[in-house]
Antibody, heavy 118, light 106 residues
Framework: QVQLKESGPGLVQPSETLSLTCTVS????????VSWVRQPSGKGPEWMGR???????AYNSALKSRLSISRDTSKNQVFLKMNSLQTDDTGTYYC????????????WGQGTLVTVSS | DTVLTQSPALAVSPGERVTISCRAS??????MHWYQQKPGQQPKLLIY???NLESGVPARFSGSGSGTDFTLTIDPVEADDTATYFC?????????FGSGTKLEIK
């Protein structure tokens, strides 16, 4: 079955770089796109960016200068790197599989909580 | 960016019909989707393309709308429907989510 799982450090220092990994199973990264979505506690989610099935990327313009998404198809992994973290980057980070004509999110990872604090 | 506006909270009794609204700041055609999120869990897709029921989701859930005004309806509401409901548009770049409607079952 389709599964996604996020991994990475739970605590990041201000101004440092966040590195997260999304490991997928049950589908191919060359057939489906994967997005990163984050959610501050008690707030609505925010779409961060996408690794398209063909290897191209798309980013939320609000984060584009700090964000990089890449993949390793041999390991079924998608990576997120975001630099210059601040306290308002604290939240739960999810990877999702994009589905359908309009890229809705039918499959989500369990999420990983990232706290930005010194 | 396309702003999605939802009312913050609703409270209804079991067995009642509830409608949750989402208004977009610009047209999103039918590129609107609805999610249910319970505390400590990831969002769960309920409705895609404004009105299509995701597989496995009870038929008590339905969606309608196009353009800028959308509605998620639950009829009848059950106690287990206590959750926060988010709308999300994928018509305009970047994709955006609403701030959520917290549904309380009395």
């Amino acid at each position: 079955q389709v599964q996604l799982k996020e991994s990475g450090p739970g605590l990041v220092q201000p101004s440092e770089t966040l590195s997260l990994t999304c490991t997928v199973s049950g589908f191919s990264l060359t057939s489906y796109s994967v997005s990163w979505v984050r959610q501050p506690s008690g707030k609505g989610p925010e779409w961060m960016g996408r690794m398209w099935y063909d290897g191209d990327t798309a980013y939320n313009s609000a984060l584009k200068s700090r964000l990089s998404i890449s993949r390793d198809t041999s390991k079924n992994q998608v990576f997120l790197k975001m630099n210059s973290l601040q306290t308002d980057d604290t939240g739960t980070y999810y990877c999702t599989r994009d589905d359908g004509r309009w890229n809705w999110f039918a499959y989500w990872g369990q999420g990983t909580l990232v706290t930005v604090s010194s | 960016d396309t702003v999605l506006t939802q009312s913050p909270a609703l409270a209804v009794s079991p067995g009642e019909r509830v409608t949750i609204s989402c208004r977009a700041s610009e047209s999103v055609s039918t590129g609107m989707h609805w999610y249910q999120q319970k505390p400590g869990q990831q969002p769960k897709l309920l409705i895609y393309g404004a009105s299509n029921l995701e597989s496995g989701v009870p038929a008590r859930f339905s969606g309608s709308g196009s353009g800028t005004d959308f509605t998620l309806t639950i009829d009848p509401v059950e106690a287990d429907d206590t959750a926060t409901y988010f709308c999300q548009q994928s018509w305009n770049d970047p994709f955006t989510f609403g701030s959520g409607t917290k549904l309380e079952i009395k």
